[in-house]
């Protein structure tokens, strides 16, 4: 996680080269968030700039989401245009922890959409790879009977693959 929309506004944009070991985090990025002021009327003219710095380090392809912050400080017919000119970005308040939990489910959607959910039973004698799940992979429930753990999980097929394996042997 990188913030470097603060600098990038203040900074003449000759200076810009001085940051770009910075800036070059966001072209290795998985998402990169662009939050913004939407009660700020020089926002796009301030996301443009970002957007073309980024650019410059080779992120265009780094894919992205527009989060309009401060959505409490505009009218609903401001809010209606940014829905309209905007239709894929999230509108929030950081006062609301309901928008704040949308936002984290929008980006844990982001990161989970090539995930699949399974269950497994992990008996008591494999312990260790309870470990392994929990570092890896996301719990969606748990349950212990008399033979073990019998988890539900939402993971890459990949890592999942490796955690049968380990059940198998």
């Given at each position: 996680m990188s913030d470097t929309v603060g600098f990038i506004k203040k900074l003449p944009h000759d200076l810009v080269a001085s940051f770009k070991s910075t800036l070059d985090e966001a072209a290795s990025a998985s998402l990169v968030l662009f939050v913004v002021?939407?009660?700020?009327?020089?926002?796009r003219s301030q996301l443009d700039v970002t957007r073309k710095v980024l650019a410059e380090v080779g992120a265009t392809d780094v894919p992205s989401l527009l989060?309009?912050?401060?959505?409490?400080?505009?009218?609903p017919d401001e809010l209606a245009a940014l829905k309209a000119e905007y239709p894929d970005a999230v509108l929030l308040s950081t006062r609301?922890?309901?928008?704040?939990?949308?936002?984290?489910?929008?980006?844990?959607?982001?990161?989970?959409?090539?995930?699949?959910?399974?269950e497994l039973?992990?008996?008591?004698?494999?312990?260790?790879?309870?470990?392994?799940?929990?570092?890896?992979?996301?719990i969606l429930?748990?349950?212990?009977?008399?033979?073990?753990?019998?988890?539900?999980?939402?993971?890459?097929?990949?890592?999942?693959?490796?955690?049968k394996k380990k059940l198998a042997r």
């Open positions: 002021d939407a009660s700020d009327p020089s926002f989060v309009l912050n401060k959505r409490d400080r505009l009218g609301s922890k309901e928008d704040l939990q949308a936002l984290r489910e929008r980006i844990m959607g982001y990161f989970e959409s090539d995930m699949i959910d399974e039973h992990i008996p008591f004698t494999a312990q260790g790879v309870v470990a392994e799940i929990r570092a890896k992979m996301r429930s748990e349950e212990y009977d008399a033979e073990g753990l019998t988890i539900r999980v939402r993971s890459t097929p990949e890592n999942l693959t490796s955690i």
